[in-house]
């Protein structure tokens, strides 16, 4: 069986970004060791996303009213975005094309929990509005958090490599979101060989993409002698598949800084 099948490689892989992430802790230096947990994160979703989105380590998000973000974890972008920096890997990123946040802890308690939340919500709040639309009848839109916006909205996603209980993780995530907006909320929390916690119908069952107001939080656990890599890769699927974004416009970056002095002019 296909699914079985991929089921197996995403078990291998589990086992082996764990055998390599206890290898990491070895380092003795705390930022060593927190790039190493990324670099193993952004491996794998190098392996699982759509070819059009480019997961990135080590970069900040800037917008056209000035906002720049702290610097991300992990940023999934438009492959077509343009390099503005490179320096030892570091890169200064458009938020017009970035398509979701990945946060990744070595242990998710409380405090960790909270502070990839409000990275989350600080990155969504800045605006996206440096793109030259495409003339035409139908107008793209893409409906997520109980909203319809003109552009793809920021995922915000946090995986970790070990967590409290998965309960009390839980309790915490819905304290800080009951005075939130779901356009606030963090997608999903993953934690790796432990399970998940993601949005869905309380009625049905049913998961959602991304939270909406009435959403229940579901907590999963993962399957003994499992892990979570394939409803993790699933998930990605769903938020990356359809990414999109109009052509940018850099010119809102420049801001009011002359391009140049007119010296001569030529007419017919």
């Known amino acids: 069986m296909i699914d079985s099948k991929l089921n197996a490689i995403l078990r291998s892989v589990a086992k082996r970004m764990r055998a390599d992430f206890e290898q990491s802790q070895v380092f003795n230096h705390n930022g060593e060791s927190g790039t190493s947990r990324e670099v193993l994160i952004q491996q794998f979703l190098r392996g699982y996303l759509p070819a059009h989105v480019d997961p990135l380590h080590n970069a ?157 939080l579901f907590q999963i656990n993962a399957i003994p002698d499992e892990d979570v890599l394939l409803p993790l890769a699933i998930h990605l699927n769903i938020h990356f598949s359809e990414a999109w974004m109009d052509p940018l416009n850099l010119t809102p970056y420049a801001g009011k800084t002359k391009m140049g002095n007119y010296s001569r002019l030529w007419s017919l």
């Open 60 to 216: 900040e998000i800037i917008a056209t009213n000035g906002d720049v973000s702290s610097q991300a974890d992990i940023v999934v972008i438009d492959r077509g975005t343009p390099p503005f920096t490179t320096l030892e890997g570091f890169r200064i990123i458009p938020n017009e094309c970035v398509y979701g946040m990945i946060e990744v802890k070595t242990s998710l308690d409380k405090k960790q929990l909270l502070d990839a939340c409000n990275k989350i919500t600080r990155l969504r709040s800045m605006p996206k509005t440096a793109y030259r639309k495409i003339p035409g009848v139908i107008t793209r839109t893409t409906s997520a958090y109980g909203e319809t916006y003109d552009h793809f909205p920021t995922s915000g996603i946090i995986v970790a490599f070990n967590s409290l209980d998965l309960g009390t993780l839980g309790n915490h995530l819905m304290e800080w979101c009951k005075t939130r907006n779901p356009n606030e909320w963090p997608d999903s929390v993953w934690v790796i060989g432990k399970g998940y916690l993601q949005w869905g119908d309380p009625q049905t069952g049913v998961l959602y993409r991304s939270p909406t107001a009435g959403a229940a």
